[in-house]
């Protein structure tokens, strides 16, 4: 048995078995760049596979060895990856700077991480685990863009050269001159390995007279700079005085190259997985380093809290009252993960949950409530009275006591309306109750909100909330 087929066995014991099937076959028979930076989210929609399955199966191969993850910052641009790393921890709260686009973008993880997963080397060699040995135009495909460019399966160095003057393989220490002939438009001078770029804009009247450029490449990032030339002749030379390969690349920047690069598939998002509760639960203590301070533009909290649970351990004794609590965490920790969320963490009879749109965790607000119904109903007494509050908005990923957690102004106001909540009611600010998948889910299920303005504590001024009867 090949350590691949041992692997498999192992992750049978734990992940979707159709899921497994899935990756047997891609293991044994997809070509090497289907195996880089796999983006589980277009693997899903290809195999036909349900996307949450895919997601648990990949963490799960993850932790056995089979695949390795990567935490990839990209740029919103060009969809280019300007930092990979290994663990969330490395990545940099502060603005990371794209030389193909002149841009600098602060690594929000809604959109701007995303998570890949390459196939271990145990698994299968391929030539991704040897970047520098890439011909040019997998290098840009496998470590140069990010999953979420839908680049053409076949003749991607066919097109890609449509849109090159030239490009060249250059080794460590070596140079080389080329010849071109400038056309009129903007070309950009790209080096995809150092990520160094040189703008140029070639306009004014043409000339024979022949052009000269040189381009020096060393071990520190230069900035992007940009300079002009008229259509004509080009003596380019380049100089690589680094100790590892660069592949300059001149890219004439026009509408055909749009439509090449610009085209977007979903890709599988930091924040969606941080929201993941498979991922939670492998990745408890390794995923935001203390002194990280990591933003979310737009996370949806859940609070929910146990009306009387003091007065029930009262009521019917230590060891009933436990037994209820206790079947009262698993009942939500199912809804939780089955609308797509996560358990953050859980605070004496409380629960605070992360959804990654304000429809989800109000479908779970609503399946919970109806749930403690139901064990009411079993159990032949009013013991569970669920206090829901939801609040969506921007926050903080950190590490507080150990744990991935978050932080700002929106978990506040979540605390505070679940504060407000009585017996059985799902209070909900304007932000969730007005998301149009919001009021498709209220409209399905008979549900009419009905608003109030409260003053909530530590909060300057009153917030509109929505009361779900």
Known sequence: ?????????????????????????????APDWRLARINALDFARREGLDEERVITAFLHA??????????????????????????????????????????????????????????????????????DELPIWEYYRQVFWGSGVDLPDEGLDAAAQKLTLDSVELPAGDKAILSLQLPAGFVIVLEPVSHTAQFVDIKGEPTDERQ????????????????ELRPGPLRLSLDNRTAARVLPTIWFVDGRFEAFAGKRRPH???????????FRDI??????DVDQRLKITSLTFLFTDLKGSTELYERVGDLVAFDLVREHFRTLNEIVADEGGAVVKTIGDAVMATFLTPDHALGAALRMREAMRRLN?????????????????PCLAVNLNERQDYF??????????????????????????QNPRSVSLLDASGQAPMAQSQPLRGIAAEVAVYEIP
């Open 283 to 288: 990745y408890r203590t390794d995923t935001i």
């Open 1 to 29: 048995m090949t350590e691949a087929q041992s692997l498999l066995a192992v992750l049978r014991q734990s992940a979707d078995a159709d899921c497994v099937s899935a990756f047997e076959r891609l293991l044994r028979d």
């Open 408 to 433: 700002g102004q929106t978990v506040n106001i979540a605390s505070r309306v679940q504060g407000l909540a009585t017996s059985r009611s799902i209070l909900a600010t304007a932000p969730v109750i």
């Open 268 to 278: 599988l998002t930091a924040k969606r997985l941080l929201s993941n509760q498979t």
């Open 62 to 131: 993850a932790q056995i060895g089979l695949f390795d993850m990567s935490w990839n910052v990209l740029c919103p641009s060009c969809g280019g990856v300007l930092d990979a790393n290994a663990s969330l921890r490395t990545v940099r709260s502060e603005d990371y700077h794209c030389a193909f686009c002149n841009l600098d973008n602060e690594p929000t993880l809604d959109d701007l991480v995303e998570v890949t997963f390459t196939v271990n080397p145990r698994a299968r060699r391929i030539g991704a685990h040897s970047p």
């Open 212 to 227: 000269n450029v040189t381009l020096a490449y060393n071990n520190l990032r230069a900035t992007t700079s940009k300079m």
């Open 377 to 393: 109903t079993s159990h032949g007494r009013e013991d569970l009275l669920l206090k829901i509050g939801i609040h969506e908005g």
